[in-house]
T-cell receptor, first 115, second 110 residues
Framework: AQTVTQSQPEMSVQEAETVTLSCTYD???????LFWYKQPPSRQMILVIR??????QNATENRFSVNFQKAAKSFSLKISDSQLGDAAMYFC????????????FGGGTRLMVKP | DVKVTQSSRYLVKRTGEKVFLECVQD?????MFWYRQDPGLGLRLIYF???????EKGDIPEGYSVSREKKERFSLILESASTNQTSMYLC?????????FGSGTRLTVV
């Protein structure tokens, strides 16, 4: 079974600065998907970014980018120019292409943004 | 946009009660999921369904059951609620590019 680990329960960043959230995973598969989800206080889970394992190029969505290191099984999220609205829980998630369609989540990182 | 609706945002139930958590999606998706969210543990899969009347156990199915009589509705059932089932419950529906989640039901069992 796959496991996803987020080693930082909490992080804080100054507004306008850059922060990186860490995620590692364990799998024996060669092809899979990785996701970062954001959960603000409203509790609505929002997809931030997604990465297909077969793509070497790191995914980017505006101020959000990932550093995908397949050999190291690492998938970190970089948030540039942090805004107050970025404050939320962030979850890293793994999806196998073989074993059904479920997501396996990490424990989450609470990001605080200081004005 | 796909919408996933959970019928209750907050729920308080007594130990031993039978509890129904309802989830409805509006896009005819086949795959639906129930997750439980606890601090430090992230989201853990309870059950999922890939079609009407089809269900599969997730990682933590004990004490729960599910029902999917219609494609748009996926219900989570706590047969006899216990205090250790106090948690946040999230329903999700699989889209082409990812998953759409409901806004969660915070269940307290007293």
């Amino acid at each position: 079974a796959q496991t996803v680990t987020q080693s930082q329960p909490e992080m804080s960043v100054q507004e306008a600065e850059t922060v990186t959230l860490s995620c590692t995973y364990d799998t024996s598969e060669s092809d899979y998907y990785l996701f970062w989800y954001k959960q603000p206080p409203s509790r609505q889970m929002i997809l931030v970014i997604r990465q297909e394992a077969y793509k070497q190029q790191n995914a980017t969505e505006n101020r959000f980018s990932v550093n995908f290191q397949k050999a190291a099984k690492s998938f970190s999220l970089k948030i540039s120019d942090s805004q107050l609205g970025d404050a939320a829980m962030y979850f890293c998630a793994y999806r196998s292409i073989n074993a059904g369609n479920m997501l396996t989540f990490g424990g989450g990182t609470r990001l605080m943004v200081k004005p | 946009d796909v919408k996933v609706t959970q019928s209750s945002r907050y729920l308080v139930k007594r130990t031993g009660e039978k509890v129904f958590l309802e989830c409805v999606q509006d896009m005819d998706h086949e795959n639906m999921f129930w997750y439980r969210q606890d601090p430090g543990l992230g989201l853990r899969l309870i059950y999922f369904s890939y079609d009407v009347k089809m269900k599969e156990k997730g990682d933590i199915p004990e004490g729960y059951s599910v029902s999917r009589e219609k494609k748009e509705r996926f219900s989570l059932i706590l047969e006899s609620a216990s205090t250790n089932q106090t948690s946040m419950y999230l329903c999700a529906s699989r889209t082409q590019w990812g998953y759409t989640f409901g806004s969660g039901t915070r269940l307290t069992v007293v």
